[in-house]
């Protein structure tokens, strides 16, 4: 399934990781896009090489992990969309 992230927006995908079927040592994954244009990602996210594709594509990408903040998660890449996208606006 493709999920398109608009400009500046920030999303969880805790919900299309594949944790059993990926063995992944995370939660959930928090994205952000900085770009002032629109990215078409994949999910479910079921391994390190699609984290690596989304950060290739310029998308910011915080893995959380077991007793990690969802919250501050979100926020950390919140600031990091909003700072980046100053940078190259």
Do not use: H, T
Not at 5 to 17: A, D, K, S
Not at 34 to 58: C, F, H, N, T, W
Not at 68 to 82: F, P, W
């Amino acid at each position: 399934m493709d999920v398109f992230l608009e400009p500046c927006e920030v999303r969880n995908f805790g919900v299309y990781i594949g944790v059993v079927l990926g063995k992944l040592p995370y939660r959930d994954v928090v994205v952000g896009n900085p770009l002032d244009e629109v990215v078409k990602i994949d999910i479910p996210i079921y391994s390190e090489q699609m984290v690596d594709a989304m950060r290739e594509l310029g998308i910011i990408v915080r893995p959380v992990k077991d007793g990690e903040s969802l919250v501050d998660a979100i926020g950390v890449v919140k600031r990091a969309v909003q700072a980046k996208s100053r940078r190259e606006g």
